[in-house]
């Protein structure tokens, strides 16, 4: 289990009850068992109170953990007949981004997500989840086939933001962003989104124009990182933790300003104490979303996600 700084009180505790019941197995006769259960009760109780009421800041820390399920995860255990489809037919495969062919009990649908990978190998081939403009243009390329045939559009958001390095901008990554956003706006089928750990930047704008957008609890959604923001404003990325509260990037602040349309709970202690649970969930909102868009044409489906993001503008000024 990897601890976050916060839940480092959670380590010695649930390490000890670890302990003991090692030491039943090395040696049966040794009877821990009901000291560990007491350390579990314990454990469990300091877990309530830690993410009872968690700061933006540390939101972020959840949102970014390690273990949380990436996208890969969703695609492999919610959809079947799974067919990914690579490349821009431009320049390149960008590996940070997901997408293909797939069912969700049984309804055909386009899946796209952007993957962080698991360990040190799969984060450097996905780049750690930041999209070159290839990726953008993949994404565009697979919601024009979707159109094209008439299916519902899901994504899978993850990224600390499309990738700022020197090749992108030179290949046009502001420009593949906008596109991709654009092509979001205009698509005639449904289009269903899923925040599942950083929402960051135009990165996560560009897959998110939905119909509906729902966020795990724990997840951020932001125009820009925490760290990022503090540099700028303060001139001290330290400053991350006044930041994260001034930028409003919870997936409860969100719903509160109509940006999302739903959030999805997480187990106590986050989706990474919980994986298949999670991922149910997950599952679960994506069907019913797509439930609530079933019965609109074309026409319908783009105004109702036109006025969508008109309408949060209008919040902003009146709220």
């Known amino acids: 289990m990897h601890y976050l700084e916060f839940e480092k009180p959670l380590t010695e505790i649930e390490g000890k009850a670890a302990e003991l019941r090692a030491m039943t197995a090395a040696n049966p006769e040794a009877d821990v068992e009901r000291e560990a259960a007491a350390l579990d009760q314990k454990a469990q109780k300091l877990l309530v109170d830690l993410y009872k009421s968690l700061s933006p800041w540390r939101k972020c820390q959840v949102a970014r953990h390690p273990d949380r399920p990436h996208c890969k995860d ?19 495969e960008d590996e940070a981004v997901i997408g293909g062919l797939a069912r969700l009990n049984d309804r055909p649908i386009m899946v796209i997500g952007q993957e962080k990978g698991h360990d040190t190998q799969s984060r450097l081939r996905r780049n750690f989840g930041m ?4 990726g953008y243009r993949k994404a565009i390329r697979l919601m024009e086939m979707a159109d094209r045939f008439g299916l519902p559009v899901i994504t899978l958001v993850d990224t600390p933001g499309a990738y700022p390095g020197k090749g992108a901008e030179e290949r046009g990554q502001a420009e593949a962003i906008a596109r991709a956003t654009q092509k979001c706006l205009s698509l005639g089928v449904p289009l269903v989104s899923v925040i599942i750990g950083e929402g960051g930047s135009g990165g996560a704008v560009a897959f998110a124009t939905a119909n509906r957008i729902a966020m795990l609890e724990h997840s951020v959604y932001s125009v820009i990182s925490p760290e990022g923001c503090a540099s700028i404003l303060w001139k001290d990325s330290e400053k991350m933790r006044e930041a994260a509260e001034a930028l409003r990037l919870t997936a409860q602040d969100l719903r509160k300003l109509d940006v999302i349309d739903r959030i999805i709970p997480e187990p106590v202690g986050g989706a990474q104490r919980d994986r298949k649970a999670v991922i149910d969930a997950v599952g679960n909102a994506l ?33």
């Open 74 to 92: 969703y695609v492999d255990t919610l959809f079947s007949e799974f067919t990914p489809l690579a490349g821009d037919r431009g320049f390149a």
């Open 131 to 134: 999209a070159r403009p290839e």
């Open 287 to 319: 069907q019913s979303m797509l439930d609530e868009l079933d019965g609109k044409d074309s026409a319908g489906l783009r105004q109702d996600r036109r006025q969508k993001f008109l309408q949060m503008g209008a919040h902003g000024l009146s709220g």
